[in-house]
């Protein structure tokens, strides 16, 4: 199995080839250049560089949202396209689940964040012991006061990833006990977790069809609203 994943949920991008559960490579880029102009340049130096051609590729995974909307669109778009052409299974995933995966060393309570604006978060939390991972919460959108009451219900040690974790920490870290902020490179969501990810979902046997492949948003958008 070779999964080429693309994340472009926020303001960094990257994309990714796992195979089996190796990571062959992975490029990031955090330097606010257009992600539909950068994406599918990434994808195409990576496959070179690990001396790859599109046709070794098994399958293909985004993260699927929640996230910014636009970013959240040119990744579904690109993993459909990539996929349609060849054909393969096209999985998206959960934002919040893949950027658990930078924080898999760390025994306790992970809290995904984003900053969703409008004075909330979209969040999961994650109970993690010995490297595997256990859902606890849905992916929601919710205030900080509401993830603040809630956290204060876990007495094990707790870390913030994500786009949203200084956010989070900076409001949460007095109320909430045994609050830690993940490092800056372990904090942003990644491609590689994206493609582990997929990698468990494809394992399941489940077939995964780009057409039916749709952006997760979590709400509406300010134009949907008002």
Same mark, same amino acid.
């Given at each position: ?117 409008? =004075?909330?978060? %979209? #969040?999961? &939390?994650?109970?993690?012991?010995? +490297? ?7 992916? @929601? ?24 974790? =200084?956010?989070? %920490? #900076?409001? &949460?870290?007095?109320?909430?006990? +045994? ?7 372990? @904090? ?39």
């Amino acid at each position: 199995m070779r999964i080429l994943a693309f994340e472009t949920s926020a303001k960094a991008a990257s994309a990714a080839i796992l195979e089996e559960d190796r990571l062959l490579g992975e490029t990031c880029l955090n330097c606010g250049q257009t992600l539909s102009r950068t994406l599918m340049k990434m994808a195409d130096d990576l496959l070179d560089n690990c001396g790859l051609t599109p046709g070794d590729i098994t399958a293909v995974a985004c993260a699927a949202g929640p996230g910014s909307f636009t970013g959240v669109r040119i990744g579904v778009a690109a993993a459909k396209g990539f996929a349609w052409g060849a054909q393969l299974p096209c999985v998206g995933v959960s934002t919040l689940e893949a950027m658990a995966q930078q924080a898999t060393e760390f025994d306790g309570i992970i809290c995904c964040a984003m900053d969703a604006r409008r =004075q909330q978060v %979209y #969040n999961a &939390l994650f109970s993690c012991h010995g +490297g595997v991972l256990t859902r606890l919460t849905e992916d @929601r959108a919710l205030s900080l006061e509401e993830l603040a009451a809630e956290l204060k219900n876990f007495e094990k040690p707790k870390i913030m990833v994500g786009d949203g974790a =200084q956010l989070c %920490y #900076n409001t &949460l870290s007095e109320q909430v006990p +045994g609050c830690r902020l993940a490092p800056e490179h372990q @904090r942003m969501q990644r491609a590689s977790g994206v493609a582990l990810c997929a990698r468990r979902l494809l394992l399941t046997g489940a077939d995964f069809d780009g057409a039916a492949l749709e952006p997760n948003y979590l709400r509406l958008s300010q134009a949907e609203r008002e």
